[in-house]
């Protein structure tokens, strides 16, 4: 995990060895709905492994979209 300021990147354990964007958001759901509007794709069995909603954008970058209380 490399962290500066409010971003956040990590290595996702979930056999891919991608590299996963994390973005803070008050509502996982409303945001992938959003998304998925945009074009981005939930990946529902990384939200299986993890607890946390992944997408990828069209450019297939990973992001995970975590819940923060703030």
Known sequence: EVTAGP????FVEDGTND???SVDVVSAE???RSLQQAGFT???ELKEKTGEHFVRDPDGILINLHESST
């Open 30 to 32: 409303s945001t992938l």
């Open 19 to 21: 590299i996963a964007f």
């Open 42 to 44: 939930d990946l529902p």
């Open 7 to 10: 971003i956040k990147f990590y």
